[in-house]
């Protein structure tokens, strides 16, 4: 949820659940919660590193429609000997970080998420099934409950990931998948925050372009949880070659001084 | 090595040693070295996370010394409820990454460097000393070969890293050194080449501004490196948190289509 030519005065129209969730988790407001401090980041072998980042191309599909990223040559190695790029884009473009900088007036920018946070346990939670039923499907604390019963209590310091299998369209219209003028695509439904925060867990991603659903004119999961000291990822893909459990995720996130967010390579490995 | 004002006509300068080395590596010439396939990745538990990512700030050093890194803020929290930015840059800004492209007509873009390729050991060679004697100090085969009966072979798909100290500088004019017209900083000997090739390398690192030396106006290691199919990574940090050997190395190349390089997130797990 970001591109830079919509959603106007979003904290205007805030709803109720929103800023209940944001008042709810700001007890742990810029602290960006990681793991309990001297414990293992990972105690099993690493046999395979899964990719979770898209190829962001211009045309890569955007949250308001229009082009967010672009690219222009600026040396070319025929003429010059080498080559080089200049890029011209909005933080917010392909998979790409949302820091709590983004939604709040003072939370930590992109360059201020401790390192130690983006290394952290990968809980996938799979809501495939629910989101092929219903596009524009929310992911509940139920959700949350269902895959603790078969999985065991989400760690302190985890990413926790929908995997709502959006990933298969980022190339075409159905990312985005408008219906009239409302997108319908999954997100993270605003009273998962508190479960979210109980829990202690750094972060979050979607395989969407937005934390919130395609629908959501309030934003409530943005405000809560990105309000309260947590990052979120946008767009990831391959969530599916992961277990439910048991990976651990690299988070790239850019270290860009005063950055509400931006596109970075996010890797899992399992 | 790398902004956009300078450095025109490389190719037609290209020292004899430096074309030597790219026919010599010419062999592997795309093929991206990596681990052998089937082989673990990380057998040891991990228990520390260190960031080798300078902040990248708009007044961060640059290889001609003019800026290559703009922001603007394009949304306001407090006017339009979230706050965004928009970047404008050189691809080569900051801890950054080169991709073969950079330095060849045909080369993988950074998109196209396998993520396998960018999740490996981590080999620390210490050249500060030396360094600390000849500010335009180049790492030679005799390096490798000291750290070699010191640590053992580099391993297969290793990134081999230059730790000159140079990274305590980053923040002023003793990063790029002038003395005159000429930049004095370390890098990497391009004699060095068939060396790491055959070692089957898939990348180097370097905490100053460029893989090449500052003196070089030939760029013999960019060209022969980089012209054989590896990656590169400029201007990274602590490294002297770390081992000779035994960090795993978590390389955030950013997955931009058609791109030289970029900013990218540099994580070491030991």
């Known amino acids: ?131 092929a039923n219903a596009a524009d499907y929310q992911l509940t604390p139920e959700d949350i409950a269902r895959h603790e019963a078969s999985h065991g209590r989400i760690p302190a310091g985890a990413c926790v990931a929908m995997n709502s299998g959006w990933d298969a369209r980022a190339s075409g219209a159905g990312f985005r998948n408008l219906d009239g003028n409302v997108m319908r695509f999954p997100g993270f439904r605003p009273d998962t925050v508190p479960v979210l925060t109980e829990r202690n867990v750094a972060g979050v991603a979607v395989d969407t372009l937005s934390l919130d659903h395609g629908p959501s004119s309030t934003f409530g999961f943005h405000t809560g949880w990105l309000g309260s000291g947590h990052w979120g990822i946008e767009c990831v893909a391959n969530l599916g070659a992961l277990p439910p459990v048991g990976a651990t995720l690299v988070a790239g996130a850019p270290k860009i001084a005063g950055a509400t967010g931006g596109h970075g390579r996010v890797i899992a490995l399992a």
């Open 1 to 131: 949820m970001c591109d830079a030519c919509t959603m106007n005065r979003v904290a205007t129209t805030l709803g109720r659940r929103g800023v209940f969730a944001a008042a709810a988790a700001g007890a742990t407001l810029l602290g960006l919660a990681s793991r309990p401090a001297g414990a293992q980041i990972r105690a099993t072998p690493i046999s395979r590193v899964v990719d979770l980042t898209h190829t962001l191309r211009v045309d890569f599909p955007t949250f308001d429609g229009a082009p967010a990223f672009q690219m222009e040559q600026a040396m070319a190695f025929a003429r010059d000997g080498y080559n080089v790029n200049k890029f011209t884009y909005f933080e917010h473009a392909g998979t790409h970080f949302d820091s709590p900088f983004h939604f709040s007036a003072n939370g930590a920018t992109v360059d201020r998420i401790p390192v130690e946070s983006l290394v952290c346990p990968l809980v996938v939670i799979d809501v495939r099934q629910q989101a």
